[in-house]
């Protein structure tokens, strides 16, 4: 989710040139350019002892450099995948590991009509960003992006990307970064000024921070592996720590594969859909500290059950509950449809702010509690919430933004298309004694209007929609059923400053926008937008 840096003029002004490139990788190319000449042509300089087919192919392109090439280039930005941008005499190179501001020097490895790929061989000249990543398996892991860049670096591109979206996307004028941190703000002033994308709210520990952790199960000399997937490939990692996790994930983690080593229980094979543990999955509830030990398995039967489970339950005591969940499909769909309770309880219990959440083994809960609450608190801000108001919330999930809603409006109806999903909504209500919040099961663009028939007036609606973003024939239920605010929470860049462009076209005014950094050294990057209509 988010950043880029205060006093790095020349990162900030290069920007929009490396979102620029950046956005040409999205393109479908098909099959490569020029290779079917390169074929012929290839054949004919292949026989006069010339380059072979690739090389024929690039110069007939006339692209600069060609595979293999090693150059000295400027990285002028970074784009959503965190690679640094950069230009060879105007062709855009991605290069994996390099930041703005940076000079290398770099091997082509691939290229393309409008764009090509380089592996990074050197830092002629270092960003005052570049730190050294403190992971020992950073390199080969894929899951982080930018632990190479200070965190201060990290915050400040993330807001730059925001805004680099909202202008090359949504066509949309931003304030500068000093009229963007003005005390008042308002539409009039977002028309006039352009609109206020505020500093990213980041983290004071920005490690340890997830709450979840869903670890695939691999075999290696010794027995069971587990970590992550290598960068771009299905080969596992195995680790011991990652830095993001909350420490007592990976205890757990590191016990249950040392235990399943013991008892000869067999690694998942996706190639040959034998063998029995796919994923070990741990829950941490921050607030409470209670645990949940989530085993995805390949089919029922558990070697050695009451021994393993036994041994866990005593080495780990702080876990509250240990579930089984039954896969035998062939898929990376990490669950499957059946859970069950192996010991303790079927849920854990943890708190966003005053509400407390039960978390089953495949409910959906937000992996940063820390920055849900910082991003929920300036949700209930934009809202503008005096108790008197009637709040529609769009993409509910579990509940978890509705009940925090609920505390501040006098109405709260919460609708979400997974039917589970509305179950755990309806139970975290009940648990919480709201009776100020109705939840329903369908999707935004049918059951609104729904209940706009039934007399329903909205004085807010809030959107968290998933990275796609909104569903059209909700944006359009939205400008029939004029809300006096829109809160649009989003965690996609790109299809917000789509979405925000449609409700603007259709009376809304963007006057806000707040970057929050809720997951540090990734590239992701969380917003949280307030539009009022254009006639209030």
Same mark, same amino acid.
């Given at each position: ?13 290069? @920007? ?66 965190? =690679? ?106 977002? @028309? ?27 075999? @290696? ?50 190639? *040959? ?16 500290? =209670? ?39 062939? *898929? ?6 059946e859970t069950r309770v192996l010991w303790g309880r079927d849920v854990i219990y943890d708190y966003i702010g005053d509400v407390q959440f039960a978390i089953s083994a495949r409910s959906f809960y937000q992996v940063n ?13 934009? @809202? ?153």
């Amino acid at each position: 989710m988010t950043n880029n840096r205060s006093g790095r003029g020349k990162s900030r002004r290069n @920007a929009n040139a490396g979102q620029a490139a950046g956005q040409n990788r999205g393109r479908s190319t098909g099959a490569r350019p020029g290779q079917e000449k390169g074929r012929s042509t290839g054949q004919q300089g292949q026989r006069a002892g010339q380059r072979p087919q690739a090389g024929l192919s690039t110069a007939l392109l006339n692209l600069p450099v060609q595979k293999n090439d090693e150059t000295i280039i400027d990285i002028i930005g970074m784009n959503h995948d965190g =690679e640094g941008v950069g230009r060879a005499e105007g062709y855009t190179l991605f290069v994996q590991g390099a930041l703005p501001g940076e000079r290398v020097k770099v091997r082509v490895l691939k290229t393309k009509k409008q764009y090509g790929y380089a592996k990074l061989l050197d830092i002629v000249q270092a960003s005052p960003d570049r730190v050294a990543a403190p992971c020992p398996i950073y390199d080969q892991c894929g899951g982080c992006q930018l632990q190479h860049m200070s965190y201060e670096g990290q915050l400040a591109w993330k807001r730059q990307h925001v805004v680099d979206v909202l202008e090359r996307i949504g066509k949309f004028e931003v304030a500068s970064v000093e009229g963007a941190e003005a005390d008042v703000v308002d539409a009039d002033k977002a @028309a006039s000024t352009g609109i206020k994308v505020h500093q990213t709210l980041g983290m004071s520990e920005p490690w340890r921070y997830r709450n979840k952790a869903q670890v695939p199960i691999g075999v @290696a000399e010794g027995g069971l592996v587990g970590g992550f997937y290598a960068r771009g490939s299905h080969r596992i990692i195995d680790m011991e720590t990652c830095l993001i996790q909350h420490e007592h994930n990976d205890e757990v983690v590191g016990k249950v594969k040392e235990l399943g080593r013991e008892f000869g229980i067999s690694a998942y094979n996706e190639e *040959t859909g034998r063998g029995l543990l796919r994923h070990v999955v741990v829950k941490k509830a921050f607030r409470t500290g =209670e645990m949940m030990l989530v085993l995805v398995t390949n089919g029922r039967d558990i070697p050695h059950k009451d021994a393993w489970i036994g041994s866990i339950r005593e080495a780990i005591p702080h876990v509250a509950s240990i579930c089984q969940n039954v896969n035998t499909k062939q *898929t990376n769909v990490i669950f499957g449809d059946e859970t069950r309770v192996l010991w303790g309880r079927d849920v854990i219990y943890d708190y966003i702010g005053d509400v407390q959440f039960a978390i089953s083994a495949r409910s959906f809960y937000q992996v940063n509690p820390v920055q849900t609450e910082v991003l929920y608190g300036k949700t209930v801000e934009y @809202a503008k919430l005096t108790g008197k108001e009637t709040v529609i919330d769009a993409y509910c999930g579990i509940g978890t933004i509705s009940l925090f809603l609920a505390q501040h409006a006098d109405q709260v109806y919460g609708v979400e298309i997974v039917k589970e999903a509305i179950e755990d909504a309806r139970s975290n209500a009940k648990l919480n004694e709201m009776n100020n919040v109705k939840f329903e099961v369908g999707a935004s663009e049918d059951v609104i209007p729904r209940w706009k028939e039934q007399g329903i007036e909205a004085d807010v609606i809030v959107v968290d929609p998933p990275r796609k973003g909104c569903d059209p024939r909700l944006l359009d239920t939205i400008l029939e059923m004029k809300p006096e605010r829109v809160v649009y929470v989003s965690c996609n860049p790109s299809t917000l400053a789509r979405d925000l462009r449609v409700l603007e076209d259709g009376g809304y005014q963007t006057v806000e926008v707040q970057p929050v950094d809720m997951f540090p050294h990734t590239t992701h990057v969380e917003s949280v937008v307030l539009l009022v209509q254009e006639s209030l």
